[in-house]
């Protein structure tokens, strides 16, 4: 069988879309630039604050997952610059389709912390109205929301209005039968569809060489849609680049591919082990491309940032975190009976009658303290 | 005799069909390197090399489909799906290519896949990760349907399962892949029970319970808290779920003349459904009281938070055998 390959081979490397340099100094690039003139000392600090809440929200939501507070949580550490410069390209009206990883595009997007942390909790599947926040439900099955985002797209277009999807997605997504599909039906339709694809390097344990012998954002031109690869860890290339496909969305031109090239530093999620498939210099080659820190070399160098300054922000990410462990855990648990809510619109009687038998069941055990058996050895 | 956990047993396992037969190939994400994300498939790479042990791209399609290729060229490929719920993607290729190329090509073709999937709840997952898709597979002929429940019969089911010239599923009850028990590991095949067997795992006279995988331990704790009541439970453990063996049931009933079946897959057309039919046609004269389904609801797996009211527990089996004793139970005066 093929060795397993660590980087894509197939096609010599694409051209890297970059504005800042890991040593944080800007760069021109013909391209991207038309799409950060307006972009100012404000909104570069708030990128900046953007990024540094999210790591934060991210070192809190996995420490609670170590004291057992969150069943799971899959960190986004590493990948802040693509998540934030992303989703600040994003519109009001226009629709985002995420993975699971895409918390920190949540919290920006205007999701509430209890929503956020409730999934890993193991309270709720989702904790946020979709339609509040124009934002889908977090998506586990693989590449699967690339479908939806292209079929909300289809839907804009044939309403005529000026609006996008834009679908989430990692690099071993890109194997999957439905991205696949997403994009031919992208094509044919000129959907306006966004597909930004999160190249952090890793599928759990798959290098991303397995998932494609040639760079990621290469495929997408045999589908007939332009393919840009970005710098994942410099946000305001990734702002640019976002923006770049969303004008051509909104302005009819159909379909985009980005591929922001990025590393996911931490494991792939809580039970996840990293030690075991990747080896210690890479992940020292990727610290010194760190993205925040590029920024705030900018920021400090161009006068645009100061210690008070630093100081009120990470002020700020302190208190976000606080609220996060707070609302966390106080969020109740669920009422049993809430596990037969919702599930069809109109009286389905099979259900009703399985919803009064466990109405019945429970109550049979109604005023026993403790109630129920207890076997030992039983895990059940 | 060595004292191994569920996944130990499952790793042996395949470590030894690997040995015995260089046509026996895995395939599956993660199942390298890594050694799966469960660790069944752990240091199998280093020793089998990559070509043995093949890390595919994550694509359940492609795995199950490049497998059947595979097959046809001799092979006896056998794939992880990493979690129950990730099966769907691949579901066509084993329910219109897997299950069917045997009778689609008159008996030339064998598809002799083994198909693994780590399934069902109690181990506090998101979404898509607790899921019981048997019945699917169940309903497909062309497919036999395994599940181990303890260590000795994980590892000499799959041993069966990977020399069996028919695809099988072997759904692993991922909640006892830590259980630990004495694993033979040197018996020889041809003599131990068949995979396709029941099994009466604790003897009693009043009430047959009829379970499987994850929930097999979970009857034998609650026919022991049965014992407390002085109802004597009967519990067989099915092993397979296509075909079933209706033999020790049908055999057990007779004596019993009642009938318990629990599983955390949902009740609607669940297995339990078949069964309760299948006893009723064939023990209808021996049946005191109607047969009683255990079952998870018929909703989508919920959030972690609530499963432990969706899985049927200790509790919820004693009360299924209340209402087959006719005694007062949750349910009484829902006769309608
Ligand atoms: C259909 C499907 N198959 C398998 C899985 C298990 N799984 C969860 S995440 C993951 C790796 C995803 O990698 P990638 O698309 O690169 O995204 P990343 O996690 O790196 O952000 C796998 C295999 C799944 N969730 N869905």
Not at chain 1, 116 to 138: F, L, Q
Not at chain 1, 212 to 239: H, K
Not at chain 1, 276 to 285: D, F, H, I, K, N
Not at chain 2, 38 to 54: A, E, N, P, Q, Y
């Amino acid at each position: 069988m093929t060795q397993t390959r660590h980087e894509p081979t197939g096609q010599a490397a694409m051209k890297m879309h970059q504005l800042i340099t890991a040593d944080g100094t800007r760069v021109g690039d013909e391209l991207l630039d038309p799409f950060v003139q307006d972009v100012d000392e404000n909104t570069l600090t708030s990128l900046y604050r953007d990024m540094v809440v999210i790591r934060r929200i991210d070192v809190e939501a996995t420490a609670l997952q170590r004291q057992g507070q969150v069943a799971l949580w899959p960190p986004m550490l590493g990948q802040e610059a693509s998540q934030v410069g992303s989703v600040r390209a994003v519109e009001k009206d226009d629709f985002i389709f995420p993975t699971y990883r895409e918390n920190g595009v949540a919290y920006i997007r205007g999701a509430k912390l209890p929503g956020i942390m409730g999934t890993w909790r193991g309270n709720m599947n989702t904790g946020w109205d979709p339609y509040e926040v124009n934002m889908a439900t977090p998506q586990i099955i693989i590449g699967a929301q690339t479908l939806h985002a292209t079929g909300y797209a289809m839907g804009i277009a044939m309403e005529g209005k000026e609006a996008m999807a834009i679908a989430y997605l990692g690099d071993g997504a890109t194997s999957q039968g439905d991205v696949h599909e997403s994009m031919v039906f992208a094509a044919s339709f000129q959907a306006p569809v966004v597909f930004f694809c999160q190249n952090n390097h890793w599928a759990i344990s798959e290098p991303v060489g397995l998932q494609s012998a040639v760079p990621i954002a290469g495929r997408a031109p045999g589908y007939g849609i332009p393919g840009l690869q970005v710098d994942g860890n410099d946000v305001l290339a990734v702002l640019a680049a976002t923006r770049w496909a969303a004008r051509r969305a909104r302005s009819g031109g159909g379909p985009s591919f980005i591929e922001a090239v990025t590393y996911r530093m931490g494991p792939h999620t809580t039970a996840d082990d990293p030690t075991r498939y990747r080896g210690v210099t890479e992940l020292e080659e990727w610290a010194a491309k760190d993205p925040l820190d590029r920024l705030r070399t900018y920021l400090l160098n161009a006068g645009m940032l100061d210690a008070a300054g630093e100081a009120a922000i990470a002020a700020d990410a302190d208190a976000v975190a606080a609220e996060l462990r707070d609302a966390c855990i106080n969020i109740p648990d669920p009422e049993p009976m809430s596990a037969f809510a919702d599930i069809y619109v109109d009286a389905h009687p099979v259900l009703d009658r399985e919803r009064e038998q466990y109405r019945r069941y429970l109550a049979s055990f109604a005023g026993q303290p403790g109630a129920g058996h207890q076997v030992q050895g039983s895990a059940s | 005799m060595s004292k191994l956990s569920l996944t130990q047993a499952i790793n042996a396992g395949l470590r030894r069909a690997m040995e015995e037969d260089p046509k026996v190939v895995l395939m599956g994400e993660d199942i390298g390197t890594l050694g799966g994300v469960f660790r069944v498939t752990d240091g199998l790479m280093k020793d089998f090399g990559s070509h043995r042990v093949i890390d595919t791209p994550l694509a359940e399609s492609a795995i199950i489909g490049t497998a059947v290729g595979l097959a046809y060229r001799g092979f006896r490929p056998v794939c992880e799906i990493q979690f129950d719920g990730f099966i769907y993607p691949g579901f066509d290729q084993i329910v219109s290519q897997v299950a069917k190329l045997h009778a689609r090509t008159h008996g030339k073709v064998r598809m002799p896949l083994t198909i693994r999937v780590p399934f069902g709840g109690g181990i506090g997952s998101p979404e898509h990760h607790s899921e019981s898709p048997e019945a699917y597979f169940v309903h497909t002929s062309g497919l036999r349907v395994i599940s181990p429940s303890n260590p000795q019969d994980a590892y000499t089911m799959l041993r069966q399962a990977i020399a069996s010239d028919d695809p099988v599923l072997y759904f692993e009850p991922k909640r006892r892949y830590h259980t630990k028990g004495e694993v033979d590991l040197d018996a020889a095949l041809s003599a131990a029970p068949l995979m396709g067997a029941a099994r009466v795992v604790a003897p009693g006279t009043d009430v047959t319970l009829v379970s499987y995988g994850p929930l097999v331990r979970t009857a034998l704790d609650a026919a022991t808290a049965a014992t407390a009541d002085g109802v004597s439970v009967e519990v067989i453990d099915l092993r397979s779920l296509s075909p079933v063996d209706y033999a020790p049931i049908m055999e057990s009933v007779r004596r019993t003349g009642r009938l318990v079946i629990a599983h955390e897959a949902g009740k609607t057309l669940g297995l339990g459904a078949e069964i309760a039919a299948t006893i009723t046609e064939r023990c209808f004269n021996y049946l005191e009281s109607a047969p009683v389904r255990i079952t998870g609801f018929d909703i989508p797996y919920p959030p972690s938070k609530l499963e432990k009211h969706h899985l049927p527990d200790l509790d919820r089996m004693l009360d299924g055998v209340d209402r087959a004793l006719g005694r007062t139970n949750s349910q009484t005066g829902m006769e309608d």
